[in-house]
């Protein structure tokens, strides 16, 4: 299998200009794949336009090299690629843009590490046995002709210290450190990256999570964790969508609890669902109710109902389990 991914990535080594997506609500493993690739690709003489839905020159991600050249969809509408790669996105109908780089590219390349992935592309490069999908392109890149500068080591640490948890969750393998070792080789700006991860938390983050958890509910014997935050309390803190990443672990973390959920209530007033496990139970499996995906203990999903059946939704069935 890995001879083959080395051959399909050197072949997108010989393309003059290739298009990069990720998935809506990029999180870290997401940005610091599509720019760790963009930069890597770069340096191999290939021109790389790496689309995003939108951009935030505060955002939690903007600190990351060449996140100032990422391009929003609705700017670039007319451009045609003969080769696009689609970076950390389970399934199609999650990739960012919704069909657009399905209509601007005559072939696709899936790259990542999801389980519930669904080989949507006409190349799949695709692993659950990587923490990350930045893991994944360190394997690919230091395979083929490893021009992985200080810049795309920053990238690519950055995706690996958020889906492991900051080497904490047992997706941590020795490969994780190795590829961690190895980014830190080649001058991955570390320190920089620790600091805006995990010390650097806006205002309006600790203020939320503070109110937020005045309302946690503990249920089913004390086994779930429940955490629910809609618009207009998210409005009301002016905190972003980005800010509530590490809300779900926090409350995982409490003595006892087996799953953590949390509804977010997203701007065009959907209900995303984002569920953690600590130990045994599959949340992965139970995301696909909800036609969702992800692994076995980080996973999520978009509801169609609204807050209150989504919530109803989600403890009946979790009735079954506990
Ligand atoms: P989060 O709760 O941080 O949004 O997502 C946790 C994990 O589940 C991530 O790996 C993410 O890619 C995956 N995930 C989140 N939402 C969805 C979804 O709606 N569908 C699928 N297939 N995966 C999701």
Redesign the pocket.
């Known amino acids: 299998m890995s001879s083959k991914w080395i051959e399909i990535f050197n072949n997108l080594l010989r393309y003059s200009q290739v298009a990069l997506v990720t ?1 809506v ?1 990029p ?1 870290g493993d997401a940005y610091g794949s599509l720019l760790g690739l963009k930069n890597i690709l770069e340096q191999h003489g290939v021109e790389v336009f790496a689309y995003v839905e939108d951009k935030n020159s505060n955002g939690k991600f903007s600190f990351l090299p060449g996140y100032e050249n990422l391009i929003t969809f609705a700017s670039d509408t007319n451009k045609l690629f003969s080769m696009a790669v689609i970076l950390d996105c ?2 199609k109908s ?1 990739v960012a843009g919704g069909n657009w780089v399905f209509e601007h590219s005559t072939r696709t390349m899936n790259i990542d590490h ?1 389980i ?1 992935n669904s080989f949507f592309g006409h190349d799949n490069v695709v692993s659950e046995n990587f923490s990350s999908t930045c893991e994944l392109i360190w394997y690919l890149a230091t395979r083929s002709s490893d021009l992985i500068t200080n810049e795309s080591a920053t990238c690519l640490i950055t995706g690996i210290m958020t889906d492991t948890g900051n080497f904490l969750y047992d997706n941590t393998s020795a490969q994780t450190y190795r590829a961690s070792a190895d980014l830190i080789d080649k001058n991955a700006d570390i320190e920089m990256v620790k600091f805006n991860l995990f010390h650097n938390k806006s205002l309006s983050n600790v203020r939320l999570l503070g109110y937020a958890i005045q309302n946690l509910q503990i249920i089913l014997n004390g086994k779930v964790a429940f955490l629910i935050l809609d618009k207009h309390t998210m409005d009301r803190f002016n905190a972003s969508y980005e800010d509530l ?1 590490d809300f ?1 672990a926090f409350i995982r973390d409490i003595e006892g609890v087996e799953v953590a959920v949390l509804l977010k209530e997203t701007q065009n007033k959907k209900i995303k669902i ?2 953690r496990s600590k130990s045994y139970f599959d949340v992965n499996k139970f ?1 696909q109710e909800f036609n ?4 076995k203990k ?5 509801s169609n109902e609204n807050m209150d059946n989504t919530k109803r939704l989600v403890i009946d069935l979790l009735k079954n389990y506990f």
């Open positions: 998935h609500f999180d389970g399934e999650r999801h519930s990443d779900v984002s569920l995301a969702g995906g992800g692994h980080a996973a999520g999903a978009l």
